[in-house]
C-alpha cells in the first residue's frame, strides 16, 4: 500500500513565525501535492511538484512556498504565518503515469494564534 | 472549478447497497472519474477510477453512463464505517478538484 506521511498531526504556531510541513511518501511517486481543507471551501490545490526541484503554483499559492530536494519528500513553508493559514493542510502523490490516483496523508491541523 | 455534481447528503441502512450519483455532463473525450471518501479528521481515500468501462474492486464497483455524463459509485453491503463524505472528481491531469462531495449516513 502506498504510504504517505505527514509529519505532525496538530500544530499550533504563532502569527508571524516561519512554518514547516513535512511530507515523505514511500512509493518513488513523480508527482506530490499540497493542499488546504476548509469548511465550506473543499480541497484547494497550493502547490504540486512533478519532479525533484521542480515546483508548480496552485489555485492558492500566496503566502506559501515548497522544496523538493529529493523525491521522497515534499515541504511546504509558511514564510510568515497568519491567522487565515489556519487550516488543514493535506499533502498527495502520486505516479507519473496521467491515470494514476493521488493517495493522501492523514493531514496536519495547523493553528495559527 | 469540481466539474461534478453530487446530492449534498444520503441515507442508507446498514448491510445495503449504497448508490452514490455523480453528475459530470462537461466531461471530456480523456478525463478519469475518480472517487474518493473522506472519514471525520483523515485524509482523503481512494477508492476507485474509470475511464468509460465498469470497474470493480474490493472496495466498490463504479458505473459509468454510455455517454460519460454521470457515473454511480456502489458499496454492495454498506457497513457504519462506510459513513463518510464520498467526492466524485473528473480530471485528465493532476489537477484534482474536489467539490462538496456526497456524506452518506450509513443507519443501523
Known amino acids: 500500500d502506498v504510504k504517505v506521511t505527514q509529519s505532525s498531526r496538530y500544530l499550533v504556531k504563532r502569527t508571524g513565525e516561519k512554518v514547516f510541513l513535512e511530507c515523505v511518501q514511500d512509493m518513488d511517486h513523480e508527482n506530490m501535492f499540497w493542499y488546504r481543507q476548509d469548511p465550506g471551501l473543499g480541497l484547494r490545490l497550493i502547490y504540486f511538484?512533478?519532479?525533484?526541484?521542480?515546483?508548480e503554483k496552485g489555485d492558492i499559492p500566496e503566502g506559501y512556498s515548497v522544496s523538493r530536494e529529493k523525491k521522497e519528500r515534499f515541504s511546504l513553508i509558511l514564510e510568515s504565518a497568519s491567522t487565515n493559514q489556519t487550516s488543514m493542510y493535506l499533502c498527495?502523490?502520486?505516479?507519473?503515469?496521467?491515470?494514476?490516483?493521488?493517495?493522501f496523508g492523514d493531514g496536519t491541523r495547523l493553528s495559527i494564534l | 472549478d469540481a466539474k461534478t455534481t453530487q446530492p449534498t447528503s444520503m441515507d442508507c441502512a446498514e448491510g445495503r447497497a449504497a448508490n452514490l450519483p455523480c453528475n459530470h455532463s462537461t466531461i471530456s473525450g480523456n478525463e478519469y472519474v475518480y472517487w474518493y471518501r473522506q472519514i471525520h479528521s483523515q485524509g482523503p481515500q481512494y477508492i476507485i477510477h474509470?475511464?468509460?468501462n465498469n470497474e470493480t474492486n474490493e472496495m466498490a464497483s463504479l458505473i459509468i453512463t454510455e455517454d460519460r455524463k454521470s457515473s454511480t459509485l456502489i458499496l454492495p453491503h454498506a457497513t457504519l464505517r462506510d459513513t463518510a463524505v464520498y467526492y466524485c472528481i473528473v480530471t485528465d491531469f493532476n489537477k484534482f478538484y474536489f467539490g462538496s462531495g456526497t456524506k452518506l449516513n450509513v443507519k443501523p
Open positions: 511538484s512533478y519532479d525533484v526541484k521542480m515546483k
Open positions: 474509470g475511464l468509460k
Open positions: 498527495a502523490s502520486r505516479p507519473g503515469e496521467s491515470n494514476q490516483p493521488q493517495h
